[in-house]
């Protein structure tokens, strides 16, 4: 299956930094891209005008999740995914393959599946790679993915194991899949072992995928071995494809993953942080619980021009989470999404102007990666 809707123009590249442009059914993908995540049809706390006027281009939504609840086939009644949420850019849906890996206890893997219990009420359900393309099919989103096997990052003898798997299951996902104007995404794995990971990006570029993700990173090991592992595939990848690093959102873990090649990131990071009462600078992250902030007139960040930062005060959003209301997590919300989405769109700036290394540089030497800014 070779979707006809897809292209990759690479405009513009600084050091192994991309910037290009993705064509979709919906819309033009303009990378290197943060999109937020609607795990449930929804992104928590923020409706579709308020992330349209953030500038934000494609939203993500998870296939387990909705296969649980409301189930593939309403969506598909119903229009799919952008009719259902009211979307009309382009969605991205993941294979479901995390979530299932992630129950632990709850489930059993075996070389053509994996059988699981339902987080919500205990029903057990099998997921296997047609199974994974047949819902994403019915979702309907632009992008979807193989289903893969995510395993610990630092156990070699069960990486080798899942690789196996995955790559199997990657090619029997490409043959599961029927329409045209859908892009599959094969997914790397590997762990932290450079030899894995590249054999996983030669195995799935010889398929041809219209893009590629890097999965099983930012799960636990530490971020000089993400960047390392991100170094062993960039060079592997074609480059006439897009790359996508799954579940990557912290604003230096961004700067670093475009400074290595990668051009699409999604992260629960910057409204799970909202809703406890963080926001995310360009100087560090802010706990808006902080007494320091009851008499504040100032905005979460100066110079921002998100629609948070431009009409309330620290004072006032700190009056929100004490009084239990829920549009703190809607104020709080835009501005992490806004700050994410204009990061990365200075950094596509910095690179079509041939300045990414300097602007990367800058911004890395201020930004204090595991400190509060306040």
Known sequence: MNPTHFQYDLLASDGAARAGVLHTPHGELPTPIFCPVGTQATVKA??????????????????????????????AELGG????????????????????????????????????????????????????????????????????????????????????????????CQAAQSRSDQALF??????????LRAMSARFLSALDFPGYAIGGLSVGETKAEMHAMLEVVEPLLPANKPRYLMGVGSPEDLINGIARGVD????????????????????????????THTHSTAPIEDGC?????????????????????MLAATLISIHNLSMLLTLVSDARKAILA?????????????????????
């Not at 953030?54 to 969506?75: F, I, K, Q, S, W």
């Open 46 to 75: 923020v409706t579709p005008a308020q992330l349209a006027d953030m500038g934000a281009v494609m939203v993500l939504a998870n296939t387990y999740h909705l296969y649980l609840r409301p189930g593939a086939d309403l969506v």
């Open 264 to 291: 699409i990131f999604d992260c629960v990071l910057p409204t799970r942080l909202a809703r406890h009462q963080a926001a995310m600078t360009r100087r560090g992250r802010v706990n808006l619980m902080n007494t």
């Open 81 to 172: 995914l952008h009719a259902f949420m009211q979307w009309d850019g382009p969605i991205l849906t993941d294979s479901g393959g995390f979530q299932v890996f992630s129950l632990a206890e709850m489930r059993k893997i075996d070389e053509n599946g994996v059988t699981f219990k339902s987080h919500i009420d205990g029903s057990m359900h099998r997921f296997t790679p047609e199974v994974s393309i047949g819902i994403q099919e019915k979702l309907g989103a632009d992008i979807i993915m193989c289903f893969d096997e995510c395993a610990p990052p630092t156990d070699r003898d069960y990486n080798i194991r899942a690789l196996a798997r995955t790559h199997a299951w990657a090619e029997r």
């Open 186 to 195: 094969g997914i790397v794995q590997g762990g932290i072992f450079p030899d």
């Open 305 to 325: 021009q998100c629609y948070t930062c431009q009409h309330f005060t620290r004072a006032y959003l700190r009056h929100l989470i004490i009084a239990k209301e």
């Open 354 to 374: 041939g300045d990414f290394s300097s602007f990367s540089a800058e911004f890395l030497a201020t930004y204090p990666a595991t400190s509060s800014a306040e």
